[in-house]
């Protein structure tokens, strides 16, 4: 069992910066692992994901060129520098660890464990 902890959220204005990180209670070496977020009334959707073995990484063309998905294997930590923040980029986020095949780095269901979420809200 992986217990993940994400912090670092709050309020920012719109064209400022933030960085999430996730905790994980065990190691996530062999883990690939995953942002998600959703907005009040939306699905949850995908942000951004990296790889265990090579560091791969995958973005939603939303946040693409403004958010940078990195891993500290050392530290068992994932995080997610995000950039030129728009009002469109508030949700809550989660962080999620996929372990079990088959995966698909944007699939929610596909992931095996979840944090329990950190409020990121844009002023406009």
């Known amino acids: 069992q992986v217990q993940l902890v994400e912090s670092g959220g709050g309020l920012v204005q719109a064209g400022g910066s933030l960085r999430l990180s996730c905790a994980a209670s065990a190691r996530t070496l062999n883990y690939n692992m995953g942002w998600f977020r959703q907005a009040p009334g939306k699905e949850r959707e995908f942000v951004a994901a990296i790889t265990w073995s090579i560091g791969r990484t995958y973005y939603a063309d939303s946040v693409k060129g403004r958010f940078t998905i990195s891993r500290d294997n050392a530290k068992n930590t994932v995080y997610l520098q995000m950039n030129s923040l728009k009002p469109e980029d508030t949700a809550v986020y989660y962080c999620?660890?996929?372990?079990?095949?088959?995966?698909?780095?944007?699939?929610?269901?596909?992931?095996?464990?979840w944090g329990q979420g950190t409020q990121v809200t844009v002023s406009s």
């Open positions: 999620a660890a996929h372990r079990t095949a088959p995966w698909s780095p944007t699939g929610v269901a596909t992931y095996d464990y």
